[in-house]
């Protein structure tokens, strides 16, 4: 759009010289042989320019951002992924942890384990605009696709709290038999919440729509992160203690493979085609990749130290690892599967979440 009045002046400038003053607007006059220049500026051009002024400030709109909570500061990173630096600083207060991104409206929404509350916060401004009283410390925060349902693990009340994302009230306390659960992840088409708890060897399974455990699946000890498939098919589970991934048949409620990675699996990423998860490996520094269609590990990645949760960009193509010792964000390159960055953030970032948000 930008181009287009310096596209105008400087054809109806050419055009101008060649038919002996004339402007623009002024075509030669009947019988007159046509300017070659004006041949060549048929209307078809301008659409052709317009088109591709579009196409060079569509990406930049569109880029996301990466918000990270640091546990130790009491703040959020924001770090815009076009340049992987950090291009600004939400203040919380408490110990941010848990983080999920709502980019239709604009909402962080983060778990505070001090305050046992649920903050939200309007990216555009920078600050926290409200806030939901949950149990004793709340962990994960994960957002139905949907962006209907918020769901927040409950470590001292062995609970997930279901918050409408509506009117910013819990609607449900849904109880689990696994104790500390960490992360309560949707599946992708809403159905489930896999919960997975510090102190269990088992991934509880709610149903969503009964707002209730209906099952519980036999993994390694301390399941941490969770991954689904883009078609729900199969879940892909970190287990620390164990330092193993499980792959679950969602529908029959099995494990496909146990895979081997690095050392105290922790985080789970899916990338959005299905083609490949991404497990950080606190105590190796490194994240696995692991390749879907084999549950076979095809790359490892080192990275900072005590790698914990992460997130991966709407395209794809960077995953955001929070290195809770290190104070600092790796990413990585989807297409190479290589580091490309490290990102110095705030004191103990323990997660990322990515999304075409904003800043303030």
Known sequence: ??????????????????????????FPPRGASSSPALAR???????AALCAALALSAPLAAAPFAYVPNE????????????DTVVSEIKTGGKPRGIALNPKTQLLYVSDSPG????IIDVRKGAVVGQVALGKSPEGVYISQDGTLV?????????????????AKVIADIPVKGKNPEHAVFSP???????????????EVIDVAKRAQVGAIRVGHRPRGIAFTPDSRIAYVACEVASLTYAIDV?????????????????????????????????????SVIDTSTHAV????????????????????????????????????????????????GSLPWGVATGVGGKP
């Open 1 to 26: 759009m930008f181009a287009l009045p310096w596209l105008r002046r400087k054809a109806a400038e050419r055009i101008g010289s060649d038919n002996g003053g004339d402007s623009f607007h002024g």
């Open 41 to 47: 500026l048929r209307p078809g051009f301008f659409l």
């Open 72 to 83: 130790g500061s009491g703040t959020i990173s924001v770090i815009d992924t076009a340049t």
């Open 116 to 119: 046992s509350a649920l903050k």
């Open 151 to 167: 769901a927040v693990a409950v470590e001292e009340s062995n609970s997930v709290a279901l918050v409408d994302t509506a009117t």
């Open 189 to 203: 088409d809403g159905a489930f919440i896999y919960v997975s708890a510090e102190d269990a060897d088992t991934v």
């Open 251 to 287: 529908r029959a409620g099995t494990v496909l493979a146990t895979i081997k990675g690095g050392d105290f699996s922790n985080g789970a990423v899916m990338r959005p085609d299905g083609k490949r998860v991404y497990v950080s490996n606190g105590k190796s520094g490194s994240v």
């Open 298 to 345: 095809v790359a490892s990645i080192p990275v900072g130290q005590r790698p914990w949760n992460m997130a991966i960009t709407p395209d794809g193509r960077k995953v955001y690892v929070a290195n809770g010792r290190s104070n600092s964000v790796s990413v990585i390159d989807t297409a190479t599967d290589r580091k490309i960055a490290d990102i110095a953030v």
